[in-house]
């Protein structure tokens, strides 16, 4: 109750990862036969790229009392009825002039009734709370913001349970500041937060929906915003605790703007119903982005079907010249932001069922993106996860259906959940050099890069399947392997690769299947621990190829079916043993048997072969790198 002062701490926690074992049944045509006991990890890899890939810090959101109680009654409220003849108040702390009511004092005020060309008006001491119920009531001003609260410490706007209210501004203001405020239909210069179980449809002609220049909360309520520029908007803070929140807006859906302090700028959502449809980003947070539950459907920019051709796109997924990229990608610099959820600093997924329809990133932070939790399906017109610095994901469920790149990051650490993606170019793609500071591979486009990383792709658990028109999994450093299960389908061109990285790929346990052509074929490094196959194939086999993998005995290892055509394929399995006898199976029939006798063994038709390294692109760096094998070369 009201007079008992409670505080609800919402803390999003991030997940520790925790690693899935590493048989995981995909699909019935897909699947690892058995896959042991993952090997141990090498300490240096796994050490320095936990140091590199520490998330940013979560922050945690206060809901007092007053922000979750709605049980005005025994308040001694104010009632206003409101009509075209004016404003009838019955009580003190409110004064009519004009078509506008004033505000001045604290306490609860109950306003119903229709009202044309009239505004509400908060301007009360900094130390007053403010509650206004809307009971049934509907204020169109043709001026200005219909509600405007000028100063309150708080004001608390009640949507009374059974009750419709609709609020709207003009579309031009006849008084505006310096800084051009206000500027929404329901405007407010201190905190601002709306609860009851009502319905309220806020129409914002002139500007944004609802504003607040401090933090704005939600806590219940069905809540309607159609908004010429921005939804809902709060500076400090936007958190919804619980509520239904529809928003048409042709800017951003909901956004935080305190780009100066590093603890504010915040999106916290801890539950909720939400339909965003945004013409520029879904949810735009310049500091942080923490999601806990809730159910979405977010359109931002237009969906995928508007995105800009990217240039791999039009060349089939081959790598071109920078400057063809450059001139196919100009249109792309030249469109505003339309990513789905964008942070600043953190995007924080620990729950929540997430529907993604976006122009351009689903899911984009200029740092780090955690997914602990949740599920997600997002169709993209270009990446559907994006950080310029560390990717983790931990936990839950996430398919990609459509992107350019599914996964990116300076560093992309995988420890557990499920992640299905589909690519028009890389699946996975851990951007930049050794030195820490190269940028991606989309000349013409907002860069990238990272300093003091490892740019290291790391799977320690989980599962992930990728099928990519570009590389399957792309590292411009290394990558580590340790646990999981990893399913690629990947190009069917030689001018890229199902495994594509410039350091060394250390694989020491989990089961990795990767197809893809064999023009620039690469498979795990001479240290790996764990061992693995790279079959080359005399000609390319066609997708929904069975390729299966048997020991002496006929136990099966490993079966997997190709969503595409392949010429190379990678599998490595714990239940490989050095100086062990298997026998490959390609649709049925027995291709090659051999005896494994080091950590990568190379056949083609005729049986092992040597590695050689080179082949177009880029020269494999380090023992293990891109190689060709020569087709007959026993």
């Known amino acids: ?149 000028k100063q309150a410490d708080k004001t608390v706007i009640t949507v009374q349970e059974g009750t419709t209210n609709v609020i709207s501004d003009g579309a031009e203001y006849t008084a505006v500041d310096e800084s051009g405020e206000p500027n929404a239909a329901i405007y407010s210069k201190d905190d601002l937060t709306f609860n009851g179980t009502g319905a309220l449809t806020v129409q914002g002609n002139y500007n944004n929906g609802i504003t607040s220049k401090d933090d704005l909360k939600i806590t219940g309520g069905s809540i309607t915003v159609r908004a010429a520029d921005d939804g809902v908007q709060g500076k400090d803070l936007v958190a919804v605790k619980e509520g239904t929140l529809t928003i048409e ?65 039009e060349m089939g997924g081959m790598r071109g010249t920078p400057q063809a990229a450059a001139s196919t990608t100009t249109a792309a610099e030249e469109t505003e932001s339309g990513k789905a959820i964008k942070a600043g600093s953190l995007i924080s997924i620990a729950g929540g069922t997430i529907g993604i329809d976006s122009a351009d990133d689903a899911i984009h932070s200029n740092n780090t993106v955690t997914i602990a939790g949740g599920e997600l399906s997002i169709t993209s017109g270009d990446d559907g996860i994006h950080a310029d610095s560390n ?36 699946g996975i793609n851990v951007s930049g050099g050794a030195d820490g500071s190269s940028t991606n591979e989309r000349p013409g486009q907002n860069s990238f890069s990272s300093t003091g990383s490892n740019n290291m792709l790391t799977v320690t658990g989980g599962t992930v399947q990728v099928n990519s028109t570009g590389d399957g999994l792309d590292a411009n450093g290394s990558m ?21 990285y410039d350091g060394s790929l250390n694989y020491t346990g989990g089961v990795l299947v990767a197809a893809g052509s064999s023009g620039m074929a690469q498979a795990p490094s001479d240290q790996s621990t764990a061992y693995s196959i790279l079959m080359t194939y005399s000609q390319a086999q066609p997708a929904g190829t069975v390729v299966e993998l048997k020991n002496q005995s006929g136990k099966s290892i490993a079966s997997f079916t190709s969503e595409k055509s392949f010429q190379s394929i990678v599998i490595g399995s714990p239940e490989l043993q050095k100086d062990g006898a298997y026998a490959l199976y390609t649709g049925g029939a027995k291709t090659v048997e ?24 880029r020269m494999g760096g380090g023992s293990g790198g891109r190689v060709r094998p020569e087709a007959g070369t026993p």
């Not at 999601?291 to 800009?308: D, K, L, M, Q």
């Open 249 to 313: 807006a042709a800017g951003d859906g909901i956004k935080a703007t305190n780009d100066t302090d590093a603890d504010k700028g915040l999106v916290s959502i801890e539950a909720g119903t939400f339909s965003i449809k945004a013409g520029k980003d879904g949810i735009q947070a310049a500091s942080a982005v923490q999601v806990n539950g809730g159910s979405f459907t977010i359109s931002s920019g237009g969906g995928s079907a508007n995105a800009p051709a990217k240039a791999k796109e």
């Open 1 to 149: 109750m009201k007079n008992k002062h409670v505080k609800q701490i919402v803390m999003l926690a991030l997940l520790s990862a925790v690693a899935l074992p590493a048989c995981q049944s995909l699909t019935p045509s897909q699947t690892a036969a058995s896959t042991g006991t993952a090997a141990a990890q090498t300490a240096a890899s796994t050490t320095a790229a936990a140091a590199a890939q520490a998330p940013a810090q979560v922050v945690p959101v206060e809901y007092s009392d007053n922000d979750l109680y709605s049980d005005w009654k025994n308040d001694n409220p104010i009632y206003m009825e409101l009509s075209a003849a004016g404003a009838s108040i019955k009580g003190t702390g409110a004064e009519v002039k004009d078509h506008t009511v004033t505000i001045t004092a604290g306490g609860t005020y109950v306003l119903s009734g229709l009202w044309e060309e009239g505004q509400i008006v908060v301007d009360a001491a900094k130390e007053d709370k403010v509650r206004i119920v809307l009971n049934g009531v509907e204020i169109h001003s043709k001026i200005s913001s219909a509600i405007y609260v």
């Open 391 to 426: 990717t983790v994901i931990s936990g839950g469920k996430t398919i990609i259906t459509k992107s350019y790149e599914g996964v990116e990051g300076s560093n992309v650490t995988i420890s557990g959940g499920e992640v299905q993606v589909t690519a028009s170019d890389d």
């Open 480 to 500: 580590q392997i340790s646990g999981g299960t990893v399913y690629v389908s990947g190009p069917s061109a030689n001018g890229n690769g199902a495994l594509d």
């Open 594 to 617: 051999f005896t494994i006798a080091s950590p990568t063994t190379w056949l083609n038709e005729s049986g092992v072969t040597t590695a050689k390294t080179g082949g177009p692109g």
